[in-house]
């Protein structure tokens, strides 16, 4: 089975689609790895139990993106390595970033143990709620260093064109976490707890797996591991592109936990039950969408690496397509079978349903904005100019939803969950457009200073 796809040449219709599809289908199973804890805990242990492991989201994304955003930059920097065929540049990074991953993972288990309690009343966690959160986000984050290996190394496969085997990676995982889940919820009656276990048992077999993957390679990507450390110029390379990546992620994930702390503040637990689940279900529609930034990513990296520039251009405006047509089919999906996947993870509250319809209205319809957001970033990315799309979303998604929260939701007939949800198509649309006008001057920018370099290469070798 041919897994590498092609990203230099041939059709791009057909190739981003193919190189898209086994990503998209990846997050999806990895997304159930959360889904499948509420779905569980929802049926056998309450709506209570559903509030808990969904008040743990927001907090937790905020700190795990931000090292997620350098597993970006390991893919953008092979990438680029890979379109100018510079294999020791590619040899190089792939060594650095296991280390990483490694050390980033140590990292992140010692700050959600020691810190899961202040993290949770910090975001105003019922008391009723917040002792099964601790649990949960203590042995989730028990696992964070196969997460941080799986996230790095299927980074550097996406980035040569192998977006299958993370796909089967996540299937076999996906299945045992699933099986876990019920085992420890139902037998060893385990709540909350069981479903992180499960989830960390999960996460480090598909780590295990897309490691003996990269170690089994032929071409430059090959992983060996008595040539790991620290390269310094790879390590600063992955670090300027990711770390503007993982801040914006990060950033993203303050806004939810000013939402998140806000759907708190109204003291419901129906309310609480039902924004996290409908969240949970968002996130399908989400990571349909974000496989195409995935792609408008490493596509742009090896072309821009390879100086094919016009190339880029259409990639750009076919993702652009693809997303919108994606988004918006799974937004409108999701909306109009609202309250039976509601019914899924929430089993003894109709009220609680009814808030998550509510917030479908509001947020899961017009996804799409979001889909044609995160693709212009993903392109910028691919250029290698990650700084500017982490200044846009600062200011175009993290700051006006915050000063929406602290001026507009404070006034007291809007104080209300649809007031407080109608930030999130607001600030989308602000941020694509801007993003788009980055996009636009930064292509220019690094067309013009290609053919700068090769006109002076031409009179070089004239002279």
Known sequence: MKRNVDMLHGSLYKGILSYTIPIMLTSLLQLLFNAADLVIVGQFCGSISVAAVSATGAITNLIVNLFIGLSVGAGVTVAHGLGGQHDEEVHRVVHTALPTALAAGALLTVVGVVFADDFLRFMKTPDN???LSAIYMRIYFGGMVFSMVYNFCASILRAAGDT????LFLTLAGVINVMLNVVFVTLFHMNVAGVALATAISQGVSAVLVVIALCRRTDACRLIFRKMRFYKKQLFKMISIGLPAGIQSSLFSISNVFIQSSINSFNSDAIMSGNGAAGNLEGFVYVIMNSFHQTAVNYTGQNAGAHNFARIKKIFAICLGYVLLFGAAAG????????NLLSIYITDSPEAIAYGLIRFGYVALPY??????????GALRGLGASLVPMLISVIGVCGIRIVWIYTIFQIPQYHTPQCLYLSYPITWTVTFLCQLVAFTIVYKIKVRNDRLLTQQAVTGVTS
């Not at 299958?164 to 796909?167: A, G, I, V």
């Not at 979001?370 to 970033?377: A, I, R």
Request: aromatic share 20%; charged share 10%; proline share 8%.
């Open 129 to 131: 709620v917040l002792p």
């Open 164 to 167: 299958k085997s993370p796909l």
């Open 332 to 339: 409108f999906a999701v909306w109009f079978f609202g309250e």
């Open 368 to 377: 799409f904005l979001c889909g044609l957001m995160d693709v212009c970033t």
